[in-house]
């Protein structure tokens, strides 16, 4: 990588950035496709948010990614927004066009192609989702069209029951949102087909906690884990030992990457060197 004054500034800001893995796999994609690109992270706090954005249009850096926990604040900031990103209410990902900023969403077109490239259609099949934030939403407005039966469960039971109400209404079906209690996950589990788990449960530094209880996973599902930081949550584990069909965050990470490098360059993503890329850290970070 030779970097110039000529070299496009990308980076990935949120607060903490400290451990993010963005930088690795598109460096390498970058690389790959013979870009004059560089990726960085860059802390900001919430307060600075407003600061960074102008700083972003000052210094010319060419695109963003956005994560916890600015992914909707954000949004005052910008310019323009993708429809889609409109709808969820997150953005993940920014444009600078000459100066102005264009927000979008590649988590739930990421999380889609992540199931599709495991083989798993969600036509005419029920997806129980876990969690109302910044990525379910973005994964429930792109599999509530495809979805036969959607249900939604959350901590904070309003954000469901409100997602739920919003996506009936646009897509013309019955979604449920309900708490994320242990006895709606048992009653949930009995017709489930798929399992998405976008709440950050069993996340470092709570690597030991698991949103749904081990014995109740069969191998009769597919169990999505969002969460990659540890790539081998505790559910994803249980989800195995069950012998469920297993996707980690891995593949949603490189899937939304695919997206937002192809956003930035124009250029299709070279995603096994960005998957490659990823592995690799993880195995070096293996104790
Ligand atoms: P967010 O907007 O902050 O939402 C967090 C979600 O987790 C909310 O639904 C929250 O419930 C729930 N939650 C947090 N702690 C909980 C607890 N102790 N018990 C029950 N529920 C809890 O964050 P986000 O952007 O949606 O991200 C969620 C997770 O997905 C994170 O781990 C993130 O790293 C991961 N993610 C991964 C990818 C990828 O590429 N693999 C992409 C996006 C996100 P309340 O609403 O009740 O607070």
Known sequence: MRISGHTKVCSVIGDPVCRTLSPVMHNAAFKEAKLDYVYVGFRVAENELQDAMQGVRSLGIHGINVTMPHKSSVIKYLDGLDPMAERIGAVNTILNEKGKLRGFDTDGIGTMAALEGKGVNL???KLLLLGAGGAARAVAFQAAREAGELTILNRSVGKARELARVL????GKPINGESLSPDRVNEELENTDVIV?????GMYPHSEEIPISS??????LCIMDLVYDPLETRLIKAAKAAGAK???GLEVLVAQGAVSFEIWT????PVEVMRAALVKRFKEAEP
Do not use: D, M, P, Q
């Open 197 to 201: 788990n976008a709440t950050s449960i």
């Open 123 to 125: 036509k005419g099949r």
């Open 266 to 269: 124009g250029v299709k993503a």
């Open 215 to 220: 014995e109740w996973l069969t191998k009769n």
């Open 168 to 171: 009936g209404r646009e897509f």
């Open 246 to 248: 297993v996707i980690n």
